[in-house]
């Protein structure tokens, strides 16, 4: 059996596993991600790299998913704006460290990439990934191949304007975006203006009292669906993410928010479902993307 390492840099967290090409995880190790130093950031994945090398088995690539846009087939990251780094290709870096394969590609995409092969949307021909975290990102899966667009900017979700009435969520994406809305910064951001000293995402959705700000907030998810419902209608949304954490909380609110912004017709025919492979989505999905590497772009 051969194996691949996946990497899933998160803006919290970086998660490494070791993967078969059927998307069995073997192995697994989490840190919390380095930020702000492009150095530091390069040598904690080259130990993370190390350390799984050294697992007693045959890893013929790396796949790394990593959140902000990356150029197709390149290993070229435009901008991490919840990382505070960017113009850099993560790929030629590690190649003086390692004699492996080295595949990059958005984190959304990865993860999108491992549920639609081997999780909630197998066996559905076009899966929008949603991913719900510090940040927002998407991943589209058609036929079994992921669309990035030409530069990698596809599917960058988060900056989708929903509505305006909102600051932007950093410096480097739109005011009124999805991810101004509807990330785990931003809820946690609007229960503190309101007066709530929530440490994290969770805490806010476990808050009686901020029922007013959960309900904007499965509102603007509603919005921001139906939007890629109107382009391109997905066979299924899979949402995943950290805030999937506290998803009893809103989940089921979800379709029914949606169906206000669509047209009757498609009403009956929207699939949303959660991530069924829970936080490694993404580790897995680098690493088949790895193991796959010569088909998978659309």
């Not at 900056?159 to 932007?168: A, G, L, T, Y």
């Not at 000293?197 to 476990?206: E, L």
Request: glycine share 12%.
């Amino acid at each position: 059996m051969k194996y691949a390492i996946g990497i899933d840099i998160g803006a919290t967290n970086t998660r490494i596993a070791i993967v078969d090409d059927q998307g069995t995880v073997v192995w697994k190790k989490t840190v919390p991600t380095v930020k702000n130093d492009l150095n530091g950031l390069v040598t904690q994945n080259s130990n993370l790299i190390n350390e799984a090398l050294e697992i007693d088995k045959e890893i013929i690539e790396i796949g790394i998913g990593i959140p902000g846009p990356v150029t197709p087939k390149t290993g070229f990251v435009h901008v991490l704006p919840n990382i505070g780094m960017g113009n850099f290709d993560i790929a030629k870096i590690l190649h003086r460290r390692f004699n492996l394969p080295i595949i990059v590609m958005n984190d959304a995409n990865a993860a999108a990439y491992g549920e639609a092969i081997c999780g909630a949307g197998k066996g559905y021909r076009v899966v929008q990934y949603i991913t719900l975290s510090t940040g927002i990102s998407g991943g589209l899966v058609i036929g079994g191949k992921v669309y990035t667009g030409k530069h990698g900017f596809a599917q960058e979700i988060g900056n989708m304007i929903i509505d305006p009435s909102i600051d932007k969520p950093n410096t480097s994406m739109n005011k009124g975006s999805f991810e101004s809305w509807c990330s785990g910064s931003s809820l946690v951001r609007m229960a503190k203006n309101k007066g709530f000293a929530p440490k994290h995402a969770g805490d806010v959705f476990a808050n009686p009292a901020c029922e007013d700000i959960i309900n904007e907030w499965v509102n603007h998810m509603g919005m921001a669906i139906s939007n890629m419902i109107t382009l391109y209608e997905p066979d299924v949304f899979v949402i995943g993410g950290g805030l999937i954490k506290s998803s009893h909380y809103f989940f089921d609110k979800i379709i029914e928010a949606t169906k206000p912004y669509t047209h009757d017709g498609i009403k009956p025919h929207i699939i949303i479902k959660m991530a069924s492979l829970g936080q490694d989505s993404g580790v897995i999905g680098a690493g088949i993307m790895a193991l796959l590497n010569k088909d998978i772009w659309f």
